[in-house]
């Protein structure tokens, strides 16, 4: 078996950045916030029993400055230091889980001074950032005395706030060692589209598909940065249910990313017809996505602005749509009265980092400029990000067409645009639920990089490598 047959390849084995990555960060950190401040990496989660847990993963701020999910462990900055302190290593957990690494090993592995979390004190006035669970907020909570609240990122005050935008600031744009580790996730999860063609035949499970690309996930050691979207009913936005049975004019839409040890997640969908051809009415519909996508990645630039992105995707959308013959009248005027959102409800996309929808803990004061606040608008509401676009960030582009029910048969919802709406031209796309096509994109001083550039997308190239794997 070839290493693209069983999805590894060793090359792609993930590198880890160097120790003096995260030291930079942490001096980052304290240049800007030299006050007193505590990141915690957060505790385990029971999935129904306290032995039986989730597997652990170190909050991202964490991650961020310390680079190892650690857990129980514990970040102290200020006063120009940096101090990790760990639980010591547990002598029965030898036992179950191996060897433990010493405070010492530690302390040598990672270039920071490290102690025992018992001699870690702590006081009101300390800021901190919100955990994303309970048990590590309540632990947090008796450690400083004051409540702080799980996963409350937009209703912080205080030096909470301030320790919360200085975090915002740094994470936004991302260093060499962060894109590289973006680079490294993107790469695996390219294995994980390409096999995921390659399984897709009639009359299996979505399963099936999705075992396939997280196996490729997992071979080349890494985990998935959320969960994997594979269906057949593309017009589910997040459906993460696997049972359905694949029928020849299905298409699949696979919204599958993989993420590093570190941390760092890539995020990327394609959409491919189960019998390996399009129908004319489903390349015509991806074409147009296609395009749509194009455009908006084009429109990814230094200094422009990722509302306009997402308003480039809709008015192309919109006037294909109308060249379609799918919507009537003139296509700026219907975009302005919210038509898009008929068929492409959310928004065109979000930063991505440490996390698949990155800082989405801190709530808007991440994804939105000082400012600028949600849009109540159909086209609008559901926009994570709303910034000025400047190189070293990460955005992904990944708009879409939807025939939802929820959306099209709502009549108070179709009503402003009961007369725009050709619903027999509509009904001839009928082999087409939902289809998305996403890439990750980096913003450059020259414009932008698109990432995930190699995972085929121009429906010539899906067919060609859904044929190859069936053996021409």
């Not at 013959?325 to 296509?331: C, H, N, P, S, V």
């Amino acid at each position: 078996m070839t290493a693209s047959q069983n999805g590894s390849d060793s090359t792609l084995w993930p590198t880890p950045s160097a120790a003096r990555v995260f030291s930079e960060r942490r001096r980052r950190l304290l240049d800007r916030y030299p006050e007193p401040a505590l990141f915690v990496a957060g505790f385990c989660r029971p999935r129904n029993f306290p032995a039986n847990q989730h597997a652990f993963r170190a909050e991202s701020h964490f991650l961020y400055l310390v680079g190892r999910s650690l857990e129980g462990a514990v970040l102290s900055t200020g006063g120009g230091n940096a101090v990790l302190y760990v639980p010591p290593p547990d002598a029965e957990a030898v036992l179950w889980a191996g060897p433990q690494s010493s405070l010492a090993d530690l302390e040598k592995e990672l270039e920071i001074a490290v102690r025992p979390i018992d001699e870690l004190s702590a006081s009101p006035e300390l800021a901190t950032l919100p955990p994303q669970d309970g048990d590590t907020a309540e632990w947090l909570s008796e450690r400083l005395g004051r409540d702080v609240d799980s996963g409350s990122g937009d209703d912080l005050d205080g030096a909470d706030a301030k320790l919360a935008d200085v975090m915002v600031e740094l994470r936004l744009r991302h260093d060499a060692a962060a894109a590289a580790q973006i680079r490294q996730a993107v790469a695996v999860t390219e294995l994980a589209h390409r096999g995921g063609m390659a399984a897709t035949r009639p009359a299996i499970r979505e399963a099936v598909v999705r075992a396939a690309m997280e196996q490729a996930i997992i071979a080349n050691g890494m985990t998935c940065s959320y969960g994997s979207i594979v269906t057949g009913h593309g017009e589910v936005l997040h459906n993460e249910r696997h049972d359905g049975v694949l029928e020849p004019a299905d298409l699949v839409l696979a919204d599958v990313g993989a993420e590093t040890p570190e941390g760092w997640a890539a995020d990327i969908t394609r959409t491919w017809p189960v019998s390996g051809h399009y129908t004319s009415t489903q390349r015509t519909i991806y074409e147009l996505v296609l395009d749509v996508q194009r455009a908006a990645i084009d429109a990814v630039q230094p200094g422009a602005s990722y509302r306009d992105v997402h308003h480039t995707a809709g008015r192309r959308l919109v006037s294909g749509l109308v060249e379609l013959g799918i919507l009537r009248g003139d296509a700026q005027e219907l975009f302005e009265r919210g038509a898009a959102a008929l068929f492409f409800p959310h928004g065109v996309g979000h930063l991505l980092g440490l996390d698949v929808h990155d800082m989405e803990d801190l709530g808007d004061r991440a994804g939105y400029a000082a400012g600028r606040k949600r849009s109540t608008s159909a086209t609008d509401r559901f926009l994570r990000l709303d910034r000025d676009l400047e190189a070293g960030m990460a955005v992904t582009v990944e708009p879409g067409f939807y025939r939802i029910p929820a959306i099209l048969d709502d009549s108070e919802r179709v009503a402003p645009f009961v007369d725009a709406l050709n619903r027999d031209e509509l009904d001839k796309f009928s082999d087409v639920r939902g289809i998305r096509i996403e890439d990750d994109v980096l913003v450059t001083a020259e414009g932008n990089d698109v990432l995930s550039r190699s995972i085929p997308k121009h429906p010539g190239d899906v067919e060609a490598t859904m044929r190859e794997a069936r053996g021409g």
